[in-house]
């Protein structure tokens, strides 16, 4: 406003005073200096009356506190090189904070339904067969649907469609729904319509809805397309709606299709194979729907034997979303609170040591009339100013290690395209500075709190030592420490599971092998001889590219998200209890499959051309299951089915296990596997994979063109090598191995030079004293020793408290772990040793000083 | 600066007193600071002598108050001065305060030489 106007008119009018009483002097007859003087000195201290006077004007809380901004500034400007610490120690702790934030912010974002708490997933459970979260079969799905507990209960299977444009057809994630789906998101398309009751039957299923995105990008945002026709997976579509940008997104679906239930899976409990999600009836409590839905279940498990010892589980959708991000997140989140606290420990113990010698200057502002408050104000605001340009300059270090933990594209973390500095992310970080510059800031407020006038000034030449704050201080080393360690361990169990990861021998050999997926749509090739015979071509034709030594395909990679399970069973042995069933892995190949993926031969044959669809029905399993079914006895030669009413295969050969992948090693630890020849048991959907003896993605545009040759309606997608394969499937691994490490480096240099800060002061307040023990004869080694002794005390103070912590903590990480357990004592003892050799270096170096203090010239310095 | 603190107590102590003493002054007419301490100094024969530090704060709040209204003009001498002067809500604050100073002063006055009254 006008205040510097307002000021400009207060001088002015003290200025006039002045004038007019000095006037009124010299009418009196006094010489002119006198008249100045006396005017003056009767006037008083103008500075101070116009500080009070600017008092009443009001709102000067505001301006006051402007008032110690400016001096602390002025403050800080005069100690750079303290201020500089600060402000870095700062800037990577709350960037750290920030760029974590901005990864949960995103990953934790809402679906964006209305009513989301109404709306649930509900999943199939059982104990006993260790299914969680199973998905539902069409029976299940109907009867939980007629229990009256949803006011829309939808079934949804996600997957990709093959989209034919203009020039080339293109592989986009998408998911079929049926049409209660969008009446249970309760989000409609803001062109066109959703999908009709009908429209959820065969026959009027021809219709499609796109995604905002996927309109704005293939479609270029076009309002007229609605009610135009595409192409997806080879049939025509007529396109009735396009979503907002707002839609929930359950995974990267961009395109709708209805999910319709053929006749057989209809009528089938044991054909599980989508999920379901509803909304919960006005009125009605999540408890109650659970209990109703489950005994429904209870009811179906007595009834069906495919049901027994099933039961059911509604979760709410937007936890259901965050689940697989949760622990990750929380390690994150952790590790960096920490990184925070830490460096708040180390600033306050720098700002602790600097009060001392500032000690002075308060007691100096207290005796001229500086409240307690007043001081304990202006102390905070420097604080606050430091942790704000420290938050400011955190800008930098946050937006790389966005960067970073984006380039890591980890499913896990949804919405990574949300991981940005945006408006909530600053609101954070300037919210954290704040509250980092009180917290750190509290230390020397309350050293000022407790500052004696009379004692500082008494004391005016003599240093200052207040045995309460030495202990302080000890005390911020015991908790930097203590922190410090379960960081460590932390680090060390993420840096041990990694390692354990990348060096675990997969089975296969992963160099030069290329890999891409062809997804043939269901209406083209619904013929299982068609599927067959359009693979055997693409293989045969890309065995004969320059370049490729072995062209086969899989159904499914191994460490894939699609797995094929069945229940294996000997034809030769009366059938188990249902729980009982062992699960095996299946999976078609193609011949060749073994050789391009290097896996070994350990008895009889791989599968080849003569096994055909009019041969004998055969098998090859790996060890696993030849083991654990066959304990004694050679499997090959032996028959197993699949499923009661499937026909007795003939085992052929037996090959080496593969890592099946984190999920089932988390899941189950292992499962056998077992693969079934292409020509037998075709699947629409397979995984092309070549050894090549070229760099495998030279390959790729010959690969594209080679399919493209046989069908332009069926793309190839997920085209990716082995080896970038292998290292996806560890990225929240790696991401957490590598942010967790440089957490832990950083916490470490953060305790070293606490300690450092906290002996080094020790030995300069105890200087004299080490120079009279030195000079009454005290060897060396004894000061080096009382002085290190005060460092280890703190060390293993802190690293007790830090182990205990470490052993709470480290548990909750377990799922993110492998092959490493959470209280590995290794680890545990590996993390300490560093941190006791670090926290000795630390001390050493202050140590050493001591030892070198010459006693005449400590006792002459005082 | 810091010592600013020990004005206030001052300030606080005299308030309602130095406020009633500023109205009463400005009932003769507009004035300002310099004149309003050396009439109140005269007028209570040297014994008052009102420090600056107490004067203007309290001019300034008075006027937030809305009891006074200011203006630049020139003195007699020729000199810029900001000239306070009351408000018809200042006047009515001035009656009601010397009215409480009255009844005040007459009780106190009570207190002090009971003596009187007997008599």
Known sequence: ?862 | MPTKDRYQNRVELLQGTLDMLILKTLQWGPQHGYGIIQAIRVSSSDVLQVETGSLYPALHRLERQGWLASEWKQTDSNQRAKFYRLTPAGRKQLASEHQRWTMLSAAIAGIMSPQKEQS
């Open chain 1, 1 to 862: 406003m006008n205040r510097r106007r307002r000021n400009r008119e207060l001088n002015e009018e003290l200025e006039a005073h002045l004038r007019m009483a000095e006037r009124d002097r010299l009418d009196r007859g006094q010489s002119p200096d006198d008249a100045h003087f006396d005017a003056l000195a009767e006037f008083g201290n103008k500075g101070l009356v116009q500080e009070v006077t600017r008092d009443m004007w009001g709102w000067t809380s505001v301006e006051r506190l402007l008032q110690d901004f400016r001096y602390g500034a002025r403050m800080l400007r005069r100690n750079p090189g303290f201020t500089i610490v600060v402000v870095l120690t700062l800037a990577l702790g709350i960037g750290a904070n920030t760029a974590i934030y901005s990864v949960i912010h995103a990953a934790l974002a809402p679906l964006g339904m209305p009513n989301a708490d109404r709306v649930v997933m509900v999943w199939t459970e059982n104990a006993k067969r260790n299914w969680h979260q199973f998905p539902a079969s069409v029976p299940d799905y109907r009867d939980w649907q007629s229990s009256g507990v949803f006011s829309s209960l939808a079934g949804v299977s996600d997957g990709g469609f093959n989209l034919r444009l203009a020039d080339r057809t293109e592989r986009i994630d998408g998911m079929s729904v049926t049409p209660e789906f969008f009446p249970a998101v309760a989000v409609a398309p803001h062109l066109g319509r959703a999908f009709l009751p009908e429209e959820g039957r065969a026959g009027h299923d021809q219709v499609a809805i796109l995604s905002d995105a996927l309109w704005r990008s293939h479609f270029a945002a076009n309002p007229n397309i609605v009610g135009s026709t595409i192409v997806v997976d080879g049939v025509s579509r007529a396109i009735v709606g396009i979503l907002p940008p707002s839609f929930p997104k359950f995974e990267k679906e961009e395109l709708y299709t209805p999910l319709v239930f053929t006749a057989d899976v209809a009528a089938d409990r044991g054909s599980r194979f989508f999920q379901v999600v509803g909304r919960l009836r006005d009125g009605i409590t999540l408890a109650a729907a659970q209990q109703r839905v489950a005994g429904i279940e209870r009811r179906l498990s007595k009834q069906y034997q495919e049901d027994t010892g099933h039961s059911v589980a509604l979760q709410p959708a937007e936890e259901a979303v965050v689940e697989d991000a949760r622990a990750l997140l929380a390690l994150l989140f952790g590790a960096v609170g920490f990184v925070l606290l830490i460096a708040c420990a180390n600033i306050a113990n720098l700002l602790l040591a600097r009060g001392t010698s500032r000690q002075k200057e308060m007691a100096l502002r207290a005796a001229l009339g500086a409240g307690r408050w007043r001081l304990c104000r202006q102390l905070l605001s420097e604080s606050v100013l430091l942790a704000l340009i420290g938050g400011a300059v955190a800008v930098v270090p946050s937006l790389l290690a966005m960067r970073f933990v984006t380039s890591f594209g980890i499913d896990e973390l949804r919405n990574a395209n949300l991981i940005a500095l945006n408006s909530s992310v600053l609101v954070f970080n300037l919210a954290l500075s704040f509250a980092t510059g009180i917290l750190f800031g509290l230390v020397p407020a309350w050293q000022a709190w407790k500052t004696n006038v009379g004692d500082t000034m008494r004391e005016a030449s003599r240093s200052y030592t207040g045995g309460t704050q030495h202990r302080l201080r000890g005390l911020f080393v015991i908790a930097e420490v203590a922190l410090t360690m379960v960081l460590l361990v932390g680090a060390g169990l993420m840096l041990r599971s990694f390692a354990h990861l990348r060096s675990a021998n997969p089975g296969y050999d992963v160099t030069n092998v290329l890999t891409m997926r062809v997804a043939l749509s269901d209406q083209q090739y619904a013929a299982p001889e068609k599927q067959a015979a359009f693979f055997e071509r693409v293989t045969r034709e890309a065995s004969a590219l320059p370049g490729v030594a072995t062209a086969s395909a899989i159904q499914d990679l191994p460490g894939s998200d699609n797995m094929h399970g069945s229940g294996l069973l000997r034809p030769d042995r009366p059938n188990p209890r249902p729980e009982d069933i062992r699960i095996e892995l299946t999976d078609c190949v193609m011949p060749g499959y073994f050789d391009a993926m290097r896996i070994p031969l350990v008895r009889g044959r791989y599968i080849n051309q003569a096994d055909t669809s009019s041969s004998t029905p055969v098998v090859v399993i790996d060890e696993y299951t030849a083991r654990v079914n066959w304990p004694n006895e050679d499997p090959v030669g032996k028959q197993l089915k699949f499923g009661t009413k499937k026909a007795p295969r003939r085992i052929v050969g037996i090959v080496g296990n593969v890592d099946q992948g984190i999920l089932v090693k988390l899941l189950k630890g292992q499962i056998g596997q077992a693969y079934t020849p292409a020509s037998q048991v075709p699947s629409p959907a397979m995984t092309l994979v070549l050894r090549t003896k070229l760099d495998p993605s030279s390959l790729i545009p010959a690969m594209r063109a080679l399919v493209r040759n046989i069908d332009i309606d069926q793309p190839v997608f997920e085209v990716q090598t082995l080896e970038s394969i292998r290292a996806t499937s560890r990225a929240p691994q790696q991401l957490a191995t590598s942010l967790l490490g440089s957490f832990a480096a950083l916490a470490l240099l953060l305790a070293a030079i606490g300690i450092y800060g906290v002996i080094a002061y020790a030995v300069g307040q105890r200087t004299r004293e080490f120079g009279v023990r030195i000079s009454l004869g005290a060897n060396r080694l004894d000061v080096l020793r009382l002085v290190v002794r005060q460092g280890i005390v703190f060390t293993s103070i802190g690293m007790l408290a830090g182990l205990a912590g470490a052993f709470a903590l480290t548990r909750l990480m377990s799922s993110l772990l492998s092959g490493v357990a959470a209280t590995d004592p290794l680890t545990f003892a590996a993390g300490a040793a560093l941190l006791a050799a670090a926290a000795l270096t630390a001390c050493l170096i202050p140590a050493f000083r001591a030892t070198r203090v010459d006693p005449v010239v400590a006792l002459r310095c005082e």
